[in-house]
């Protein structure tokens, strides 16, 4: 099971940060990724974070986005800065099958969902 926290109304320029947590087993040399989903729209990829390597991010959030995660915790992060009103939409984090970073965009490469969490971004 995978718990996201963190969403909320900030303004245009604002940050939030997203968590994600998850059993220890649940994320154990997996991959964890980040999607989201505005109204109207089909859920999108926003990053990924492979176990043990570097952070991967689509092109609309390069250099605005982090994500991050801390492996004793078991929980992943997303840091959103400079957040624009088309960030709006329901943030996702699941689970990849793999531990790697291949075909990270796909969401057919990701078994375990979160709930969602809301973030609303204000012009």
């Known amino acids: 099971q995978l718990v996201e926290s963190g969403g909320g109304l900030v303004q245009a320029g604002g940050s939030l940060t997203l968590s994600c947590a998850a059993s220890?087993?649940?994320?154990?040399?997996?991959?964890v990724g980040w999607f989201r989903q505005a109204p109207g729209k089909e859920r999108v990829f926003v990053g990924m974070?492979?176990?043990?390597?570097?952070?991967y991010y689509a092109d609309s959030v390069k250099g605005r986005f982090t994500i991050s995660r801390d492996y004793a915790k078991y929980t992943v992060y997303l840091q959103m800065n400079t957040l624009k009103p088309e960030d709006t939409a329901l943030y996702y984090c699941?689970?990849?099958?793999?531990?790697?970073?291949?075909?990270?965009?796909?969401?057919?490469?990701?078994?375990?969902w979160g709930q969602g969490t809301q973030v609303t971004v204000s012009s």
């Open positions: 974070i492979p176990y043990g390597g570097e952070p």
């Open positions: 699941a689970r990849k099958r793999t531990a790697s970073f291949l075909r990270r965009s796909s969401e057919t490469e990701y078994d375990y």
């Open positions: 220890a087993g649940t994320f154990s040399a997996y991959a």
